[in-house]
Structures are given as C-alpha cells and as structure tokens.
C-alpha cells in the first residue's frame, strides 16, 4: 500500500509539474503578435508556427498510444510538427508560411489533445497498478522536452524586432557591485560525473548515464565569466581579424557569415547596444557575454588560455578542497533559489557576473549555475555503459558525432529542475543565438 501510495504522490506531483510547463511555454506564445507567429527568426530554426504545434504533438506522440491506448484523431498534424531539431544538413530551410496550417487550426489541435491526454492521466492516477511501467518516466520527458522548448522560444523570440512583439518591460543594468574576477586555483582531486539511481526513480536522460568518477589534474580557473567588456578588448584588439586564433573550421564559418561580434551586440557609431528580447539598452559592460563556441576558443587562446573540460567544470563547481568529497550544488545541499543564481525564469536578461554571491562553489568560483551555459571544450559522446532510452533511442545518440560541445550550468531561461549536477546541454560550435558563456581554465 506504502509502494502505491508513493506512486500515486509522484504522479500527482508530476501532473503539476506539466501544467506549469505549459504555462511557460503558453506565456511565451502569448508574447508574439498575431501577425509574426509564422516569422523565422533564426535562419536554422523552424518557424514560430511549428514550435505552437510541435510541444503538443510531441506529448501525444510520446504518451498516447504507447502508456494510455488512445486513437489518434489528427494523424498529419501528429506527423508534421513530430521532430524539433535545427533543419540543418542539407541547407537552410526553404518552406514557405503557406505551407503551414491556420494558427487557429493548430490551437483547436493543442486543445483537444492536452483534454485528451489530461484525462487520460486522471485515469492512470486513479489506478496506479495498471500504468504503463515507464509512465512516470515518459512524464519526466515531456516536461523537461518541454521546459528545455522555453528556452529555445525565449532565445529565438530575442532575435525578433520588439514590434513584432507584445513588450514587457526593457531591463536596465542590475545596480550591483561589480565583482572583479582573478584565476583560483583548484588542486587535484576527483569529479563525479553522470547520475547515480540510488532508488530507482530519479530522472535522467540517457546521456547522464551512468555515474563515474575521474581523476582531475590541478588547475586554475575564472571565478566569474567573461563579461561583455573583456569580450570588448578582444574585438578592439582585433581578434575578429587574427586567424591564428581560430581554427580552420570556425575561421571559415566566421568569413563566410561574416561574424564580427557576439550576436547579442549591435553596433551603433562608436557605441555598442544590447539587444534585448524587449528593446535594446547601451551594452552593459558587467554582464555575461553570450558567444559561440568558436568565438569563445577564439578569445581563451587570445589569452594564451583555454576552456574548461567537462570534468574541470565538475571539479570546480561540485569538489571541494579535499579532493574526494563533492556537492549536490556548487553552494551545497539547498534546493536552487533565487538567491543562488538567476535562473527558472526569473529574468529575460542575464545579471552582472558576481551579483549571487550565495551560490559560489566551495573554492570561491561564481555564477556556476545559471546566468548562462558555459560552454566546455569537452565533445558531446556517451558515458561509459551508455544505454538509449528505450521509447526515445534518438534522444542523444543522434548527437554523439564530434560536433557538438558539452555545455553546463543553465540560463536566465533554464528550469530549476534541470540544474541537476549531472545535466549535459549540448551545441554545435557555430550557433551564436542560446544564451550561452564561458570562463577559461589554466592547466
């Protein structure tokens, strides 16, 4: 009875949990006008119009017929918003927004499902024994599919003009003191890396799998990122313009979009903006730069530095002096707050470096988790003893090519769920627009 009842609280916690999802990936679309939602704002991307279908056909996809036995009712939309990944590979996207179906078309679509899939999940609460055996699972990834669409939605509505959104208000500058970053060094010792299922029920996607430990070198780190004013000198001293600080690769990327400054960065006379998902404000100097990774590698090796592996990230954000014993978060057991960092929505924008100062690491390193992901030099591959997801094989696997980087940390945008130690985002070298940022290591 203990074992059901246990059960029967997860589930009721994790219906919760999917309607709060759903509210923020509602408010976002509730931000763009009428007349944009078919706009593309990044080239790569799909338009808005297939993001507004594809989080409700994703769910269906992923619980109706495999965890509760339901009919599909709309076979073509099920089919045509089923798959969110960058159109990437053989050219920019060509579709056109005829090609699309009504706006109102789609919203009936989202309705009828979610009141399809609402009751369908009542009944499985209602009778906990007879569930699917990975529906608590498959609920898991819905929501944080989810929550992850929020993000991506929140930085591909940044690269809309402001009218062609309903505005809320610009942020100005945080006033705070601003935090002078240094190198500290971290001693040898080890990191954990992946997640340990110790009762069996704590969520992870496959690519966390499974926990290991490694033995991690000494080495000296940033204690804050890299903001937009030392980013700044790099442009001045003519980083843009020395290829001997890019690889072939991403020399070639940056000459042939002609890439001469951080995305987020528009140039006006001899000032510099931000441009913010509401309006633009002159470029706060103390706040985070958000760059490529090509761009990142480029500035670390302008400093005679380099970026972080994944592990140095662990050692530097979880150990502590000891070399042995490690923390759940780099401040310590406490669940994620807003005192600890800017992140879980609270923000559009990100804060000047340094601005939570209760959510340093142990070794003093600061704004490990949110404000920014922060890019590592670490390729994205499989842990040892990797398994996909039986209901979902593609998941991370489609990724582990060697072009894309591990990320780590979380944004202004991330969910606080997925602040957990041993979550992997990951990127191509050459995307400029998610909210991403660095430090630099010295070995």
């Not at 996809?61 to 960058?86: C, S, V």
């Not at 009141?115 to 498959?138: F, N, Q, V």
């Not at 290829?243 to 006006?268: I, T, Y």
């Amino acid at each position: 009875m203990g074992a059901v009842a246990s059960a029967v609280r997860i589930r009721h916690d994790l219906q919760t949990r999917l309607l709060q999802a759903r509210g923020r990936s509602d408010e976002l679309f509730g931000i763009v006008r009428q007349e944009a939602i078919y706009e593309r704002p990044v080239p790569e991307r799909h338009r808005l119009i297939f993001y507004l279908g594809h989080l409700e056909a994703f769910d269906w996809n992923l619980l109706a017929e495999r965890a509760f036995g339901l009919r599909p009712f709309q076979r073509t939309f099920d089919q045509l918003f089923a798959f969110g990944i960058d159109p990437v590979g053989g050219g920019l996207p060509t579709d056109q927004p005829m090609d699309w179906p009504e706006r109102g078309e789609i919203e009936r679509y989202n309705r009828r499902l979610r009141d399809e899939l609402d009751r369908a999940i009542e009944t499985a609460l209602a009778h906990p024994a007879e569930g699917h055996p990975y529906l608590t699972t498959m609920l898991e990834v819905a929501i944080e599919h989810r929550l992850m669409h929020a993000e991506t939605l929140a930085y591909l509505l940044h690269r809309m003009p402001s009218e062609r959104k309903i505005s809320g208000p610009v942020e100005a500058r945080w006033k705070t003191h601003r935090s002078k970053s240094q190198m500290v060094e971290i001693p040898e010792g080890q990191a954990t890396l992946g997640l340990h299922r110790e009762n069996g029920d704590e969520f992870g996607w496959d690519n966390e799998l499974a926990e290991h430990t490694v033995d991690v070198g000494g080495f000296a780190i940033d204690t804050c990122n890299v903001t937009n004013h030392d980013f700044l000198r790099f442009i001045q001293a003519g980083g843009y313009e020395n290829c001997g600080l890019w690889s072939k690769e991403d020399w070639a990327w940056k000459e042939r979009d002609h890439v001469e400054h951080p995305a987020f960065w528009k140039r006006e006379g001899n000032l510099w903006n931000y441009c913010g998902m509401f309006g633009e404000i002159q470029l706060p100097q103390d706040w985070p730069v958000y760059v490529s990774h090509a761009e990142a590698s480029a500035y670390a090796k302008w400093l005679g530095r380099k970026l972080p592996s994944e592990e140095q990230f662990h050692r530097a954000a979880y150990g502590t002096p000891d070399g042995k014993s490690e923390r759940t978060y780099p401040w310590g057991e406490e669940v994620p707050s807003e005192r600890h960092g800017n992140f879980d929505f609270h923000s559009w924008e990100p804060s000047q470096v340094g601005s939570h100062p209760t959510g340093a690491s142990a070794f003093g390193v600061q704004d490990l988790v949110g404000n920014g992901w922060e890019w590592t030099r670490t390729p994205f591959a499989a842990f040892p003893g990797f398994a996909p997801m039986a209901f979902y094989p593609g998941y991370s696997a489609n990724f582990f090519d060697g072009k894309h980087y591990v990320m780590k940390g979380g944004s202004p945008r991330t969910a606080a769920c997925m602040l957990r130690r041993s979550f992997r985002n990951w990127f191509q070298p050459h995307y400029p627009y998610v909210y991403a940022t660095f430090r630099c290591v010295e070995d």
